[in-house]
Every structure is written in structure tokens, then in C-alpha cells.
């Protein structure tokens, strides 16, 4: 692991406003995450931790403070900036998977490498990443022929198909059984240990979160520990 | 991809995609029928006008190519027309319309004959009494009426004398002092042609007729039929007409493409949402939806073309004498354009709407 974090957050603040009414989502965050890491978030409902994971991968702008994601000033970007973002170096595991329904798991995975403009660069080295998801048999399959566990891992493999900086797991075993959630966690490990493949995990989970190398807990739009 | 992502999304809504492709195809299908009609009918009162066999046509002052009306012309101009040293032939006709399409030709059948090569009977004969009326072929199959039967025209039953095969002046016709005395204009008549002893001498014989008979209507065959277009009826009333249905035309493909393409999008609210959260621009976005809509467009022109030929056939069929249409191939790349700039536009907003979404409302929408 390089000593520069891949991610650097100082007094991150989130405001959200409801009516009239204003509501703070974060409170003043401040985190490093050094690339290669493993890193699971943890807290309850409310906690911000989602909010964390938009700003990080770019989905929403912050209020306030500063974020740099592989020395991008995140909160400096514009919407195109933040879009660029998402195609290039953030990538997001659901929760709820998140596939498109139309399309065969291949090609669920092949429209995010269009998407980042890779669709006519070959990729050999995914063939052994779909061996290592175990779903190469299961390609040609739509979302709705898929179980939740080879649902996720579909989705994980179109998440790295694109070679990003970030990961960014959202309960991803949120939906799953506990032994598709193990597969899906070993998956996850695996792809760290064996790619050095950066991941933010939020989870309620504490056996998910024991999968991480480090654990950072959230309250009330701050981190706690 | 886009394409692939296009076509199953299609694929995904199956009943949306055909009833939107069908919606569109309506329009072009009346546009293409309406154009049809038009030069159909155009093209065979040309035909049938060329199917008289005249060089030369002489109508009376105030008249166009498409407005005959009354009988003010002395059916002794006939004889003082034939008197001229190139003309080999000359017959008159009393024109009697009974709708807006059709009229009956009141004709001396031997003059006739001698101008336009004779009647081929399909069934029947020449008139034999003056109750008789000869009806060409399409004319007989509209009215289901054969040689022998009765037929009512302008308040008078008529026996079918002959059934004659198309393409010469009228699909009905009368001898012509019957018509006279049925429209109240004995010895007048509506039009004169003139058949030549050699039709380069038709140029010649105009110009001398101009000189003596400056007020009149004198066209050659050629100019007549050239004469016969949309943009000369009714003072470009149809060429009016024609772009109005055109308009229609963009604004029901505009109209159905916005329904189904804004469904489309709020159906596909967290699809658009997961495209967004993968790095999809709003150009992707916007793209998409537009490159589907152009699909529904394109399959909706291709099935309104097909729909005008099914169109064509039906009234070809119910009306075979009232109604002619044409296929007018130079009118398909037309319609499509008309109905891709509809649906284009009816596409816009919807796709922008989809493009501006906020990706995180978009996931979170069940």
C-alpha cells in the first residue's frame, strides 16, 4: 500500500433540504483511506454512511469541506465532473444489485465498459476475474433467471470490469442469504488481496464488516471511531 | 451497446413498442393515401384524357384543365373546326358531372370512335336506344352492373348497353343529344378535340386557332396532361390540403412518441438512475432515448408504407371508378423524414427529462 490515501476527506458537511427544512446528513467528516485498503463503514440507519458513499463516488455534490478522490477535488467538480468520475475511477456494488433487467449478464457487464469507453479494448485478464465471480456459465442469463448471490456477483464483476480506483459496496449483502453473503464477502477479499483493488464497504453487518481490514463507525453524520 | 441497449428495452415492453410503432405508422399511412389519391386520380384523368386520342383540345373561354362546367360552345364549332386543312378528325362532348370525381360524357359515338380508336367491349355493345348508357369496366365493378342491367343516373334509369375496358375520356357515357336534352342545352356543347393529320403540326394549329378564337381554352394533349397536378387544383387548395395533413402528421407522431417515450422514461426511472451511477452523461441519456424513439419511427414509417398499400388495395377495391390511387415511392422518404422530425421532437423532452434526473432520486425509485 502507497503511503498517499486515495482518498482524502476533511470537514465533510451534507445538508439536505426537505421543504424548508434543513437536514444534516454530515457533520464534519474527516477520513483517509490509503489505496489497497479494505475498508468497511459502519453505523446505523441515518448514520450518513450512504450519504458518505454518494459524495465519495460522486453521485451528489457536499455542502461543504473538501474531498479528493485520487487527487480530484471532488467537491469542486461539476455535474460533468462528477459523471467523468463514476466512468473512470468510482465504481458501486448495491445493495439491491442494481442490474438492468433487459440485458444478459454479459451484457450488463458490457455496458459499463461502453460506458467508460472500453468497449473495443479486449480485457483477458477479466476472463480469470469472471472464473474467480464463478458466474462464467451464467452470462447469457437476464437478472430475473439470476439468484440474489449471482445477481451480486454479476454486479461486482461489471463494478470492476472497468479497472477502477474505488469500490464502493453499499450492503452488498444486504439482500442475501447468509451463505450467498460469505461468497459474496470472499469474492470482495479476494479481489483486494489479489488485484489490490481499493473497497468502502458500508454494512450493519459485524461478521461483513470482520471481512475488512479496517472498520470506521458513523453517528449521527460523524465518525465516532 | 446503445443500439443493443436500445433494442431490448424495445423488446422488454413489447405491447408499448407495437402500439407506439403502430400509432406512428398511421400518419404516414394517411399521409401516404392521401398523396396517392391525389396523383392517382391526377394520373388517370391524364390517362383518360390522352385515351381520347386528340392532338388537341378546345375548351370555352373562362374554363381551366380541371373546371369544365355547362355547355356554352355550338356544336356547329365542330364542323367549322374540321373545316381546318390539318385536321384529320373532330368530335365534341357534353360534359354533365355527378360528383366531384366523376362526370358523364355525352358523345356522338361515331365521331368518337373515329377520334379515339373505338370502345373495346368487355361485354355489351353500342348504345341502341337513348336510354342506354355505357359504363367502362371499374365504373360497372363499383356499381355491380353487367351489360343488360338497369343503372340510376341523374334521376334516370338506364340500361347498360356495353361494358368497355378503361382509359378513354369518362367512365360513363351518354348519347350525346340525350344529354343535351337531359341538361337543358340542345345543340351546345362543352368541349371540342381535334386529332390531326400530323401531330407536329399541333403547334401550328394552336397558334392559328389563338388567333381566331383568342378567349378560348386551346391546349395540346401534352400540355393538358402536363397541366394536371396537385398544385393546379382548386388554386393549390390540395397542395393546402396535402401540407395540412402533413402537419397532422408531425404533430400525431409528436404527440404519440411523447406519451410513450415519457412512459417509457418514468417506467425506466433507477434503469436511468444505474446508467448514471456506471458514468452514463446525459448525452448518453438523452442519446438513448432518442435512438429509440427513431426506432419507433423508422418501424412506424416502414408499416405506413406497408398500411398504404393494404389502403390502396381496400379502395381499389370498394371504389375502383370513384377513387384512383397511386403508390408515390418519392413520397416515402418524405413521410419518414416528417414522421423522424416528430418523433424526434416528441422524444426531446422526455429524453432531457430522463438526462436531468438526479441519480440518487433515480435509485431509490421503486
Known sequence: ?225 | MTVKLVLENLKHRPVRSALSVFLIAIPVTLILTLVGLSEGLLADSARRARGVGADIWVRPPGSSVLTLSGAPLPEKMVEVLARNPHVAAAAGMINHPISSTTFVAGIDMDSFNRMSGGFKYLEGGPFRKPDDVILDQPYARQNKVHAGDKINLLNHEWTVAGVVEPGKLSHIFLPMPVVQSLSGNTGKISQIFLKLDDPANTGAVIRELKETMPDYQIYSVAEFTSLLTVNNVQGGMLRNFINVMVSIGVVIGFAVVLLSMYMAVLQRTREIGILKSLGASRWFILRTILIEAIVMGFCGTILGILFSFGARWLIMTLYPASLSEAIVPAWWPIAGGVTLAGVTLGAMYPGLSAARQDPIEALAYE
Not at chain 1, 153 to 168: D, E, G, S
Not at chain 1, 203 to 221: I, L
Request: charged content about 25%; hydrophobic content about 40%.
Open chain 1, 1 to 225: 500500500m502507497s503511503d498517499r490515501p486515495i482518498i482524502e476527506i476533511r470537514g465533510l458537511r451534507k445538508v439536505y433540504r426537505v421543504g424548508k427544512v434543513e437536514v444534516p446528513a454530515l457533520r464534519g467528516v474527516d477520513l483517509d483511506v490509503p489505496p489497497g485498503e479494505f475498508l468497511a463503514i459502519v453505523g446505523p440507519s441515518g448514520s450518513g454512511k450512504s450519504t458518505l458513499f454518494h459524495i465519495v463516488g460522486g453521485l451528489t455534490p457536499p455542502s461543504s469541506g473538501t474531498v479528493r478522490v485520487q487527487d480530484q477535488d471532488v467537491a469542486a467538480m461539476t455535474d460533468a465532473g462528477r459523471t467523468n468520475l463514476r466512468k473512470t475511477c468510482v465504481s458501486f456494488v448495491f445493495q439491491k444489485f442494481n442490474l438492468l433487467p433487459n440485458l444478459s449478464a454479459r451484457d450488463n457487464i458490457a455496458i459499463a465498459r461502453h460506458i467508460a469507453g472500453l468497449n473495443h479494448d479486449p480485457d483477458p485478464k477479466f476472463e480469470e476475474v469472471l472464473a474467480l465471480l464463478g458466474i462464467a456459465n451464467r452470462l447469457d442469463h437476464k437478472p430475473a433467471a439470476l439468484s440474489g448471490g449471482e445477481q451480486q456477483r454479476v454486479a461486482i464483476a461489471r463494478a470492476i470490469v472497468t479497472h477502477p480506483a474505488i469500490l464502493l459496496a453499499d450492503e452488498p449483502t444486504g439482500n442475501l442469504d447468509s451463505e450467498n453473503s460469505r461468497v459474496v464477502l470472499g469474492v470482495l477479499r479476494d479481489l483486494n488481496e489479489r488485484l489490490g483493488q481499493t473497497i468502502l464497504m458500508i454494512t450493519h453487518n459485524p461478521e461483513a464488516a470482520a471481512f475488512a481490514h479496517r472498520t470506521v463507525h458513523m453517528r449521527d453524520g460523524r465518525i465516532v471511531d
